[in-house]
């Protein structure tokens, strides 16, 4: 069973359409044992940090996430949640990935919403995406990159798309809104 973290955060619906879609039976939860038992777990989200931050650690859902072995998937807030540190509310996060997650400068229209293509590709997470695909983006801020950046986006600056680590996997981007190449990137992630 796949799991969907729920936590102070939208955008968790359209994730479990996307995964029904695939024919994969999911369930929301913001249960530990739940999480625990599942065999891959999505951390999607949309919203503010500081407060996402507050529920996962009251609820104790940031030691669980922290101690996972199981695939994990952050997605939008869900990956910016994974770093270390946010400007959002001077917020510290889960530090799975050590990058730090700043707001994009005021150079362009923040925040940065539509469909954008990575480079860099790299992981397992990427395998066989065109380099000439696009994702559906709506954040105003990013993850710098790192060690761990399995792709990179321009929009006013280089910044992570993706990022990889051990059985930690985590997009900027919604693959459950970027049509063909969003079910690429889920459909990597269940075969792992």
Request: overall charge negative; aromatic content about 10%.
């Amino acid at each position: 069973m796949i799991a969907i973290v729920q936590y102070n955060a939208g955008n968790i619906r359209s994730v479990q359409n996307a995964l029904q879609r695939l024919g994969r039976p999911s369930i929301v939860t913001y249960v530990p044992e739940e999480i625990e038992r599942a065999s891959h777990v999505i951390f999607p989200g949309v919203g503010e940090a500081g407060s996402a931050m507050k529920y996962l650690r009251d609820k104790g859902l940031d030691v669980v996430l922290q101690n996972l072995k199981q695939p994990v998937l952050g997605v939008c807030l869900g990956l910016q949640l994974l770093c270390r540190h946010t400007e959002e509310g001077d917020t510290r996060c889960l530090g799975i990935f050590d990058a730090e997650v700043k707001r994009f400068p005021p150079q362009d229209k923040v925040p940065h919403i539509g469909w954008n293509n990575c480079a860099a590709l790299s992981g397992r997470l990427l395998q066989s995406i065109d380099p000439q695909q696009d994702f559906y983006f709506v954040h105003s801020y990013y993850a710098q990159t790192c060690e761990h950046t399995a792709a990179v986006c321009d929009y006013i600056l280089p910044f992570s798309a993706a990022l990889e680590k051990d059985n930690f996997f985590a997009v900027q981007f919604h693959p459950e809104k970027s049509a063909g190449a969003g079910e690429t990137i889920l459909k990597n992630f269940l075969a792992l």
